[in-house]
Structures are given as structure tokens and as C-alpha cells.
């Protein structure tokens, strides 16, 4: 639940992004955030002008700037930082969060993506810029252990998809095993462009 000293913006936008989570876009209501948030009815189109779109962009733009702070994170208390180290870090959270939750929740950029990325809804162009967001900051963790620029990129997409997909498959079949297959799978090969 959102903590109630939060102004009710914050407290809807944190409400929005959990519900997302657990059960998508669409049947995200306005009034399910607003009494998930325990904000003053009325306030939402105080708030939110733009109605729920603008509502999930800005859930969408919370969600990366959670990602990216997490990411970044890793390089301030890693002992010896690794690409492989990053990834099982960003899998290491998924993995507690679907253990206690019951595989309640997953990501809320990729349950987006998967009701609205094939039309072409307006919360498309925050998707991209939610995504790319935590892109570039695994590209700049993986630059400052040494990964060539040029490269940095590549295994940034490769990462983030392979937890996307194990973050899904985890749920679907109840195993955070998935989780450490794909950490170990790809250990390897992400180390092998460490400088």
C-alpha cells in the first residue's frame, strides 16, 4: 500500500503502477487507483488531466526510474562488479518479490506492452521511453565495468529480455527456478565482454 504521509498524486501514481502489475491496463480502473491510493474522490482529474493515460504514463515513467535506480544501485555495493553479477542482482529481486507475493505481480512496463504495444494507443510513446530508460542504465552499469560502448547496448537488450521472459514463465508455472536458469545460462557469455 502506498505510505498515507505521500500527497495523493504519489499515492495514485504508486496504486496505478501496483495494480498494473497484478492485473494489467484494462482492468486497471480509475477508481480501483483511487481507492487503492486512498485519495480524495474527485481529485483524480485534478490530478490527471489527461485522463488514464496520462495516469499509466506516469506509472510507466515511476516503474523505469524505480528500474534504473535499482540497476545503479548495484555498482555502489558490489564488492567486484560484474555483468553477471548485474543481471543476477536484477534477477534476485524478481526472485524474492514472486516468492512473497505468490506470483501475484509481475512487471508493469511488459503488462503494458502486452495489452497495448501492437495498436496505437498514447501510452506507447511513455512504454518506450519507460523501457529505454532502464535499457540505458544497465548500458551505463555495464560501461563502467568495462563493456566496450559498442557493445553495451546489445547485452542490455539481451538481459532485459531474458528476465522479461523469466519473470513470465516464473508465473505462468509457478518456479522461480526460471529466474536461475537464465542468470547461470547467460553468466558466461556477459562476462566475456567485462574489461
Known amino acids: 500500500m502506498p505510505n498515507e504521509e505521500w500527497p495523493p498524486r504519489e499515492r495514485m501514481v504508486y496504486s496505478a503502477v501496483q495494480l498494473m502489475r497484478s492485473r494489467g491496463v484494462s482492468a486497471t480502473g480509475v477508481r ?54 548485474l543481471f543476477a542482482y536484477m534477477a534476485r529481486q524478481w526472485r524474492e518479490e514472486l516468492t512473497a507475493r505468490r506470483y501475484e505481480r509481475g512487471c508493469p512496463m511488459m503488462a503494458t506492452a502486452t495489452e497495448l504495444a ?46 522479461e521472459g523469466a519473470i513470465m514463465m516464473a508465473r505462468v508455472c509457478r518456479d522461480v527456478g526460471r529466474l536461475d536458469t537464465v542468470v547461470s545460462e547467460l553468466a558466461p557469455m556477459l562476462d566475456s565482454y567485462a574489461g
Open 118 to 163: 501492437g495498436g496505437d494507443s498514447p501510452v506507447n510513446e511513455p512504454l518506450r521511453a519507460a523501457t529505454g530508460r532502464w535499457e540505458q542504465a544497465v548500458v551505463d552499469e555495464l560501461v563502467r565495468m568495462g563493456v566496450p560502448a559498442e557493445r553495451a547496448r546489445g547485452l542490455a537488450t539481451v538481459m532485459i529480455s531474458a528476465l
Open 32 to 85: 480501483d487507483v483511487v481507492a487503492h491510493a486512498k485519495a480524495p474522490r474527485g481529485s483524480f482529474q485534478h490530478y490527471f488531466p489527461g485522463g488514464k493515460d496520462q495516469l499509466v504514463g506516469e506509472a510507466l515513467a515511476w516503474s523505469a526510474d524505480f528500474a534504473a535506480r535499482r540497476v545503479a544501485s548495484y555498482g555502489r555495493h558490489a564488492e567486484s562488479p560484474s555483468p553477471s553479477g
